[in-house]
């Protein structure tokens, strides 16, 4: 008892710090396995698709950190914006706009070349069998839920207490595209890499323009994290230009969101902030952003 209440009471005293060393610890339980045995160095056979559980690492850390920090009322604080879906419905245009865009670059990409990625291939995920027009809420509970309650719902507002919206993106990037790490000794061929770092990162500004553009909204991040997802990482998107027509758009989104709301808040709204019951300001927090040079 004394045991779990001491590492509860450390938790509490480093959240940051405690919340990314959780949500790698565990990820990577889950992919590292999965990476030593795509090049046979694992004595047994694990399925792949476990690699899909590997989402929920975030989650699962932001809870734990959470109920060490503030209990239930900090627990209740983190899922509550999970069901922050009074947004308005330009928001919630913004939510579907990866599936919108598939439709329309599809028919563009179409009519230039012939290839069409239809809604249908949507349904076939790596390691799974078809899953049908179910699969974009798949995207939605793993990569979605599972990433966004921890990295958007929990991280990000702790970042955004002390810097400015754009620094506190940047570091949550970095952490961000290095727990997507394993995936490329089993997943992802290097080749990849440049594409897959700097969509992170745009990925990543246009997260904090919506949260703080919706009041700290993870629901509507989520979603269109997990329609993004459907759209450009299934079976069938990853090989597509259409995939990668869409991924630029995302780039070119994340520059204007810079140039026309500027890097203190990335949006019009203030940006979303968070207190830790309790918290002591620690070295180690501030350790862990001061590379970033504050405000």
């Known amino acids: 008892m004394m045991n779990i209440a001491t590492r509860g009471h450390r938790l509490a005293r480093h959240p940051l710090a405690s919340y990314f060393g959780l949500a790698f610890a565990l990820s990577w339980l889950i992919e590292v396995p999965l990476a030593l045995q795509a090049h046979g160095l694992l004595g047994i056979e694990l399925p792949f698709a476990l690699h899909y559980l590997a989402g929920f690492g975030p989650l699962l850390a932001a809870v734990l950190v959470s109920l060490s920090c503030g209990g239930t009322r900090s627990l209740a604080d983190l ?37 069409v990625l239809g809604i249908t291939a949507l349904g076939e995920v790596d390691f ?43 570091f949550l990037w970095a952490l961000w595209a290095l727990w997507h790490a394993p995936l490329f000794f089993y997943l992802y061929p290097p080749s990849v890499l440049p594409g897959l770092v700097s969509g992170l990162l745009a990925g990543a500004i246009v997260f904090t323009w919506i949260f703080n553009s919706t009041g700290g909204s993870v629901l509507i991040v989520a979603i269109w994290h997990g329609l993004f997802d459907s759209t450009t990482a299934c079976t069938a998107c990853k090989a597509s230009p259409t995939a990668a027509v869409i991924s630029t758009l995302v780039m070119v989104w994340a520059v204007a969101v810079i140039v026309i709301f500027g890097p203190a808040r990335l949006s019009r709204r203030a940006k979303v902030t968070a207190e830790d019951p309790g918290r002591s300001r620690s070295q180690l927090d501030g350790a862990l952003v001061a590379s970033l040079g504050g405000r």
């Not at 879906?85 to 670059?105: H, K, Q």
């Not at 179910?134 to 929990?154: I, K, M």
């Open 79 to 115: 899922l509550g914006q999970l069901g922050r879906w009074r947004v308005g419905p330009s928001w919630w245009l913004v939510a579907v706009s990866p599936l919108v865009a598939l439709v329309l670059v599809s028919a563009v990409v179409s009519t230039a070349d012939g290839d």
């Open 128 to 170: 799974l069998p078809s899953l049908g027009f179910a699969a974009p809420l798949f995207w939605f509970a793993t990569f979605g839920v599972g990433e966004e309650t921890g990295w958007r719902g929990f991280a990000l507002p702790r970042l955004q207490r002390a810097h400015s919206s754009l620094a506190a993106t940047l």
